[in-house]
């Protein structure tokens, strides 16, 4: 067994298919497939249950499959201690975040990240909150920015800032000429929804108590997949919505005949961290990351200055 047979493997339950497998390990699907089966014989039980039409991961290949992630991070660990005494800021940094914070918060600190820190290569991915946690736990991203609390032992994370809500809507809506807009006057109007999935979907959902009713109404059907096409929406006058601070920089708020106005009640805001393993070796990567973000925040936000976040206890 080496370090090589682990990377067949682990490329084969991410891909449920040898040959995509053997194309991501730069091998052909006869080697991949020959060494994947001389590992099982050595250690007397199948990892995979074969098919024509597909590969399934066996009881014991999830828990051996669990095993190897961990021994190839460890691997990686080791290059990467050794990189670190020429450079601990080297290298590759693998950041997913979620689709509602990425588009806003990547544009203000991507230059001044590369300036300050030239050898960091910064790898982004946007995907939702559910599947960056996955990601992370298979050690496929190094950390996430996240918008929603996370209670795991296996994580922590390090508070970046408070980010509150704004109410976006148009210019015909009756919220036009009130002074205030309250949490109950939230209560009592239908918002426009991201579709599910999308944690700002469900933080709109418990800011405006709309659990008991999220079915129900005129927009009950009407969802977006993206921020964006929510406030094309709202912008054709089909209702209002709550928008992230940061996305009040982009084109819509001009021209759009969109108003946007911060929410003033407890509870408006959203926390936003950097979460990652309790195992992750390049801790001063996440911090040095951190330090960027808060010199490089807009006004409308307020910077969380502090140490990391433990991990849960189990």
């Known amino acids: 067994m080496n370090l090589r047979d682990l990377q067949y493997i682990i490329a084969v339950a991410e891909t449920r298919h040898f040959g995509k497998a053997a194309a991501r390990c730069f091998v052909s699907q006869p080697t991949l497939s020959g ?23 066996t009881p014991v290949g999830h828990t051996i499959l669990e095993h190897a992630r961990l021994i190839i991070e460890q691997a990686d660990v080791i290059q990467q201690l050794a990189r670190a005494q020429q450079d601990p800021l080297a290298g590759p940094l693998r950041i997913g975040a979620i689709p509602t914070l990425s588009p806003y918060l990547m544009p203000l600190i991507l230059r001044p990240l590369k300036t300050q820190h030239p050898q960091l290569r910064l790898v982004l991915s946007e995907e939702m909150t559910d599947t960056l946690l996955a990601r992370l736990h ?8 996240l918008a929603t609390p996370v209670e795991d032992h296996d994580l922590e994370s390090i508070a970046l800032f408070d980010e509150p ?23 009592n109007t239908e918002l426009l929804l991201l579709s599910e999935g999308h944690c700002l979907a469900q933080q709109t959902m418990d800011l405006c108590n709309l659990k008991a009713r999220k079915d129900q109404g005129e927009m009950a059907d009407l969802r977006a997949a993206s921020l964006e096409t929510l406030l094309q929406l709202v912008g054709a006058g089909f209702g209002s919505t709550l928008v992230p601070a940061l996305a ?14 911060k929410l003033d009640f407890a509870g408006a805001s959203r926390r936003v961290s950097i979460v990652f393993r309790h195992s992750y070796p390049r801790r001063q990567a996440l911090e040095a990351l951190a330090e960027v973000i808060w010199a490089h925040l ?16 189990a």
Do not use: C, M
């Open 248 to 261: 009040i920089g982009g084109s819509w708020t001009s021209g759009s005949g969109i108003v946007a106005r």
């Open 35 to 57: 060494q994947i089966k001389k590992l099982e014989e050595e250690l007397g039980v199948a990892i995979f249950e074969r098919s024509n039409r597909s590969v399934e991961i």
């Open 165 to 187: 809500f704004w109410l976006a809507y148009p210019r015909e809506h009756p919220f036009y000429n009130q002074d205030e807009i309250s949490r109950e006057d939230l209560d």
């Open 138 to 145: 298979h050690h496929e991203i190094d950390a996430a920015l």
């Open 298 to 313: 807009p006004n409308t936000v307020t910077p969380v200055h502090g140490t990391a976040t433990p991990p849960q206890p």
